[in-house]
């Protein structure tokens, strides 16, 4: 089993940074992939980056640029690094994960999962 855990969430103004961790509890397969998804009242969840056990990394066209996914050398954090964050990007913000390997463009176009966590609030005022 995996248990995944979200932090960094917040509130802040249009064009300002924050960065979301993911801390990964259990064994993730040698063949994986990691994401992040996000979710409004009024828009269904939506893959936003992913990065898979190949190094293959994919984001969402609207925030190719803006956002960054990374894991940490031991891989039990996952991260997403937001910039220029504009009131769109407003979601509750969650890690998911697969142990096997899914490409990381096909995992964040798919419902994500079967792992998640239980979200992180990120709001932007303009």
């Known amino acids: 089993q995996l248990r995944l855990v979200e932090s960094g969430g917040g509130s802040v103004q249009s064009g300002e940074s924050l960065t979301l961790s993911c801390a990964i509890y259990?064994?993730?397969?040698?063949?994986?992939?990691l994401g992040w998804f996000r979710e409004t009242p009024q828009q269904e969840r939506e893959g936003v980056a992913a990065?898979?056990?190949?190094?293959?990394?994919s984001y969402r066209p609207t925030v190719k640029g803006r956002f960054t996914i990374s894991l940490n050398n031991a891989k039990d954090t996952l991260y997403l690094q937001l910039s220029d964050l504009k009131p769109e990007d407003t979601a509750m913000y969650y890690c998911a994960a697969e142990r096997s390997l899914v490409h990381s463009e096909r995992y964040i176009m798919g419902r994500g999962g079967p792992y998640w966590g239980q979200g992180t609030q990120v709001t932007v005022s303009a």
């Open positions: 990065v898979d056990s190949d190094g293959s990394i």
């Open positions: 259990g064994i993730l397969h040698r063949r994986h992939v």
